[in-house]
């Protein structure tokens, strides 16, 4: 079991398995969205995800002309867990609260697009694209 909350505990969630690798996405619309060099994320089949609390404190922004969406707490603005395709969803790595340590990056994806300044130093695989599995 993994759970995992926002920064101000409003949003909680619970993923019903044991995850360890993490995908940390190098594009730029995943670095305009949290303001660094992009987004470290679990990914998990979405029929093992529950909201514990705070579905009414989520917002969502969809980009215009894209196929690409954002969910964060209305309080604090912590990015939340969201959903990647039809049967996949992701959390963000750094909410999670339990079993956070056995997280370790497994794959850096869109490393082609990656900031001039973003330098890579774990031995995660690198993708310069998205991940094919």
């Not at 920064?7 to 996405?25: H, M």
């Not at 039809?86 to 609260?97: C, D, N, V, Y």
């Not at 794959?107 to 990656?114: E, P, T």
Request: glycine residues 10%; hydrophobic residues 35%.
């Amino acid at each position: 079991m993994t759970k995992g909350q926002c920064n101000c505990g409003a949003v909680a969630f619970e993923i019903d398995t044991d995850i360890s690798e993490v995908f940390v996405c190098h594009c730029s619309i995943c670095r305009k969205s949290t303001g660094s060099n992009g987004i470290a994320v679990v990914v998990f089949d979405k029929k093992l995800f529950r909201w514990i609390r705070g579905e009414d404190q989520i917002s969502t922004w969809k980009k215009p002309k894209r196929e690409w969406q954002t969910w964060f707490c209305k309080t604090c603005g912590s990015p939340l867990p969201g959903i990647d395709d039809e049967s996949l969803m992701f959390a963000p790595a750094g909410l999670i609260t339990d079993g956070s340590e056995s997280l370790r990056v497994g794959h850096h994806i869109w490393v082609g697009s990656k900031a001039a300044w973003d330098e890579i130093g774990d031995s995660g695989k690198q993708h310069r694209e998205s991940f094919e599995g």
